[in-house]
């Protein structure tokens, strides 16, 4: 068996350098980083490296949403689970690197004819041992398996992370949408109750003939035309209660029994004044999803070398020890002792293709990663870019809504003025009264977009996720 074995390890061996493959870092075109030297700039920066972004908004009923979202959800408790299930697969891959042992008992008959006259010879056979087997790994299948399995673990862990951050923005966001609806809920019931008031004073008007009824119909148009909107709103404010309630991974009785507990009112809410305009390539490249990608681009490298280490010979070692007796009561007896030992040599010849397609599926798996982790990095550099810019111009909108809201007030003021004293139209008053409600509604919406551009840069920068520590939930 040395004679054999050993020519052909030697000949082997001369081709396992060609098995490995090992991965290289594809290049990537990345834009020139900014000078972040600048104090400034480090310090707009630094603003987002808390993991939990959350809290530069200083809400504690959001700080605990956030909380109960990364211990009850559902989506990240099944997001974990893969986590899980990666990590048991890559204790199967490693433990190819270990001899199999197992306990083998056998019992058996076995019958011999001499001829077709003759009854035959019946006899019994009895073995209990323990059978050990182990596979060298001349060619690096296992190494390469376990690699892949090792990247696909730390993929998982890295979809966790973007799991959990995807979560995080998503609760903060219908948080304050929910924020946004209760504020445009209070605006809608003030100016029903100022609408119903007002139909009431032209009723009394129309009475005593002060007034057409064209007048009086058009004041209470407008009227059942708000309450249309309160009711439109509160129906709103319904469907974001029960949204949240599933983000933050309530049960059903909760979700149908328990109040959601309010914060602070959308317009004060801290916004952050500085947002960070020049941001360093590698602070992107540590997202989540950027980092899973890459992870899931070196198992499919590794995939590579298994699937080309098949075209190589397979070498197994088998022993086996224990004792044998033809009779079960001697078995364990003195002298019953029982080995062996053989070595396995397997080339694969033919196996109609199967070899072949199934290293070319390797490598069409690995450029199908690349292109992925190509496009994941132009995704992640375009959500910063366009948060960044959204942030800039919500804070040019917010202003000019702030603006408009104030002019539309002292216009309404003097317009009601103006139709006391006789000098206006009931319909200047219809339309800038009209006007001034939706410019309330808008400004509120203004705020809560504010706030979520605030959001997007967290979320496009990783918040908070490190490659040394990822993204800790607590």
Request: charged fraction near 25%.
């Amino acid at each position: 068996m040395k004679k054999i074995i050993l020519p052909v390890l030697a000949v082997s061996l001369s081709f396992a350098a060609c098995v490995g493959g090992g991965y290289k870092k594809p290049s990537v075109d990345l834009p020139s980083d900014p000078q972040i030297s600048n104090p400034q700039v480090n310090k707009d920066i630094a603003s987002f490296e808390s993991y939990k972004w959350w809290n530069v908004f200083q809400d504690i009923v959001l700080d605990k949403m956030e909380e109960d979202s990364l211990n009850y959800n559902q989506d990240l408790k099944t997001a974990m689970a893969r986590v899980a299930e990666a990590k048991a697969r890559l204790t199967i891959a490693r433990s190819n690197f270990y001899p199999s042992i197992d306990l083998k008992a056998n019992a058996g008959d076995s019958k011999s004819i001499q001829d077709l006259k003759d009854y035959g010879f019946l006899s019994s056979r009895f073995t209990i041992g323990v059978a050990a087997s182990y596979e060298l790994d001349l060619w690096g299948k296992y190494i390469k398996q376990s690699e892949s399995a090792k990247s696909d673990f730390l993929a998982s862990q890295a979809d966790r992370d973007a799991v959990r951050l995807t979560l995080t923005a998503e609760v903060a966001k219908t948080y304050f949408q929910l924020k946004a609806l209760d504020s445009q809920l209070e605006i809608a019931k003030t100016t029903l109750s100022s609408r119903e008031e007002s139909y009431n004073v032209y009723n009394n008007r129309y009475q005593k003939g002060v007034i057409s009824e064209l007048d009086l119909r058009r004041v209470e148009a407008e009227m059942e035309s708000v309450r249309a909107q309160v009711y439109t709103v509160e129906n709103y404010v319904k469907t974001a209660e029960t949204a949240l309630s599933i983000l933050i991974g309530r049960n059903p009785r909760a979700i149908i029994e328990q109040e959601l507990e309010r914060g602070n009112k959308i317009e004060d809410i801290i916004i952050i004044p500085e947002i960070p305009t020049a941001v360093p390539s590698d602070l992107i490249l540590r997202r989540p999803d950027v980092k899973k990608m890459e992870w899931t681009l070196k198992s499919a490298n590794a995939k590579i070398g298994s699937a080309r280490a098949a075209f190589f010979p397979t070498i197994s070692l088998t022993a086996f020890g224990g004792v044998a007796s033809y009779e079960l009561e001697d078995l364990f007896k003195d002298d019953k002792d029982t080995w062996s030992y053989s070595g396995d040599i397997v080339l694969p010849i033919f196996h109609g293709g199967k070899v072949v397609k199934n290293y070319q599926a390797a490598k069409a798996g690995y450029e199908q990663m690349l292109s992925s982790y190509q496009k994941t990095l132009q995704v992640a550099f375009k959500e910063i870019l366009d948060a960044i810019n959204t942030n800039k111009f919500a804070k040019d909108t917010l202003t000019a809504r702030e603006k408009q809201t104030q002019a539309l007030k002292k216009s309404y003021e003097l317009a009601v003025k103006r139709e006391k004293s006789g000098l206006g139209d009931l319909l200047d008053v219809l339309d800038v009264e009209r006007m001034y409600l939706q410019s309330q509604l808008d400004l509120v919406t203004a705020q809560m977009n504010r706030l979520n551009s605030t959001v997007d840069i967290c979320k496009a920068l990783g918040g908070g996720w490190t490659e040394e520590k990822g993204f800790e939930s607590k």
